[in-house]
């Protein structure tokens, strides 16, 4: 009862922006709008820290300074590639980092809350890079259409024969054995649906919709664009279940070639997030 309040908030606020009636009206508040980014940001961390007894005045202004600079970041810093990247570096080193996982805290220990903090996060960094500063290209929205799902899938297909053997030949993963029931089905549908909404959106939101196009445009070269991109994606990844975690790094910089080329196919980030969801479900579905 604490917890599910904040969380549908959170997840109005999350969706919203997927819809253009709204990018459309969020866009006409101008210099008013990092505020509202701002106010949005600590609502649902307000309604449950309140309801469970975990308020603490410092988290609260860690996450109105951090939500103000990404809402002022394009306001203040000239157009350039370098403020782009260093506004990726941001986005990224707050998302790996710990503070989340400090400042939503549950006391009774599970479920996390976290995630409260990673979709605020997501989210307001998606609206400051498509309201002020104004990328397109991207193709941003939470529902694949027909072709993104067709290139998309067609793209999953082309990676097993690379990515599977690598990891498995570097024991990254192990098969399990899975005895297939409505359950699994369900299971399946389930981590489908939040892999392609929450990591996948924002994975290939910054990685092949931003930061993709501006290495392609830097180095003048289609293939140095998905090459930086992919490396950069699979280090990000050396934090994930211990550093340095070499294994992930490099599945998920193999996989990122196909990612990047699915979205260079559709020109749609909608189709590399379900070449995305569907290898990060098999992964949970059959392998450990």
Known sequence: MAV???LLLEAALYIAPGFPAVRERAARLGRALTAAL???AVAPYLIVSLALGSFRIEYLGALLVLSLIVGLWYRLAPRGILPDLLFLGLMAGVYLSPIFKEIYINPAGKPALDILGKMMWIRIGIAA???IRGVEGVEFGFVPRRNDWLVGGRYFLYLIPFVLPLALSTDFIHYKSVAFSGRTVLAALGTFLGMLWVVALAEEFFFRGLLQPWMQRITG???GG???ASLTFGAAHLTQRGFPNWRFAAVATVAGIFYGLAFARAGSIRASMVTHA???TT??????
């Open 221 to 223: 070269s289609f293939a």
């Open 38 to 40: 701002a106010a949005s």
């Open 226 to 228: 998905i090459a930086i």
């Open 283 to 288: 992964w949970r579905i059959f392998f450990t």
């Open 4 to 6: 599910l309040p904040a």
């Open 129 to 131: 890079v498509l309201l």
């Open 278 to 280: 569907l290898l990060n």
